[in-house]
C-alpha cells in the first residue's frame, strides 16, 4: 500500500463486533471494537469477513454509549481497536477515542494495523491524529510464511508490539517494554531446566 488511502473515501460506518471485558486484545481486560474494511487482505487472515466495508452494522450513539459505560468500569484497563482496519475508519474511531481521553483519561487505547509504523508517519492527516491519541500500537500486515503462535498479542513475526508516545518521542518505533514473547519465556525455561 503505497498510495495514501483516505479513510473517508472507504469507510461506511460500520463494525463487525464489539466484545466487551476480555483478556486477548491487549494487556488486561479490554474492550474491544472491531471495525468492518480492510484493503491488505492479508492470506491466512483469522477475520476475513471484516475486510468487507459494508460488513456488519452501523456504528450507532447507543453503542458508544455502551461502549464508554463499559470502559468506565474499574476493572477494565483500556479499549482495543481492530478489525478491519481501524485506520480505514477514522470517521468513528477518532470521535470515540477522544471521549475516551476526555471522559476516561485514565484508560489506555490499543490497536492492531495492517500499516507498519513508518508507512503511518507518511500517511494522511486522519490516520496521523489517530496514531496519536493511541498508547500501544500491533503494526504491519499478518504474513502466512511469519505465522507464529508463540507471539505475544500478534500472529506473525514481522508485527511488533510499538509504544506509540516513546516512539514519538524518539523518532522512531520503540517496542513496548513489557514485551514478553512465548518463545523467550520457553527459552528462559528450558535454560533453567538445564541449571
Known amino acids: 500500500m503505497n498510495e495514501k488511502k483516505l479513510a ?5 460506518g460500520k463494525i463487525a463486533d464489539y466484545k466487551p471485558f476480555n483478556f ?5 481486560v479490554r474492550c474491544s471494537l472491531y471495525v468492518s474494511g480492510c484493503l491488505f487482505h492479508c492470506p491466512g487472515c483469522y477475520n476475513q469477513a471484516t475486510w ?4 456488519g452494522q ?20 483500556g479499549l482495543t481497536l481492530l478489525g478491519g482496519e481501524p485506520f480505514m475508519n477514522t470517521g468513528i474511531l477518532l470521535p470515540l477515542v ?18 507498519s509504523w513508518e508507512e503511518l508517519q507518511e500517511e494522511s492527516q486522519d490516520k496521523q491524529e489517530l496514531l496519536a491519541e493511541i498508547d500501544i500500537l500491533v503494526d504491519g500486515p499478518f504474513i502466512l510464511e511469519e505465522k507464529d503462535l508463540t507471539l505475544q498479542f500478534r500472529g506473525s513475526a514481522n508485527q511488533r508490539i510499538i509504544d506509540v508516545k516513546k516512539s514519538k518521542l524518539a523518532g522512531r518505533a520503540v517496542i513496548w517494554e513489557k514485551l514478553n514473547d ?14
Do not use: C, N
Open 98 to 115: 477522544k471521549r475516551v481521553r476526555k471522559e476516561l483519561p485514565g484508560k489506555d487505547i490499543w490497536s492492531w494495523t495492517g500499516y
Open 24 to 28: 486477548v486484545d491487549g494487556e488486561g
Open 8 to 12: 473517508q473515501d472507504y469507510s461506511k
Open 182 to 195: 512465548g518463545a523467550q519465556v520457553l527459552d528462559a525455561f528450558h535454560k533453567e531446566e538445564l541449571i
Open 58 to 77: 452501523p456504528y450507532t450513539a447507543e453503542l458508544e454509549e455502551q461502549i464508554m459505560a463499559d470502559l468506565a468500569q474499574p476493572y477494565v484497563q
Open 52 to 55: 468487507d466495508f459494508d460488513y
